[in-house]
């Protein structure tokens, strides 16, 4: 089963609609349909972001095949991605209310 499969399997089980996660995603919604045909790749941002709206860990959102891949150096290298996606969320500009 390849991730975007995966995700598609994991947001019918949530209920969620395909647009819902695009909007979250800033994206449209066909283009958020091409990863789930797996049409596109993944940006590591976009992998946290689905897991987060969907309320899950990454581990939880991963095939256990690509979970379990990830060990040693690669591990650090998401991390480091979900911490930049972390302070851009925290210290983004607000938007004033008019």
Known sequence: ???G???RR???ELKISQEAVAFQLNMSQAAYSKIERNETKLKVEQVYAIADYFG???YELLPPSLASDITGENIFG???QYLKLL???IFSPSKKQT
């Open 10 to 12: 994991k947001r019918e």
């Open 1 to 3: 089963m390849h991730l």
């Open 87 to 89: 302070f851009r969320r």
């Open 56 to 58: 899950l860990s990454v």
């Open 78 to 80: 998401l991390i480091w």
């Open 5 to 7: 499969d995966y995700i």
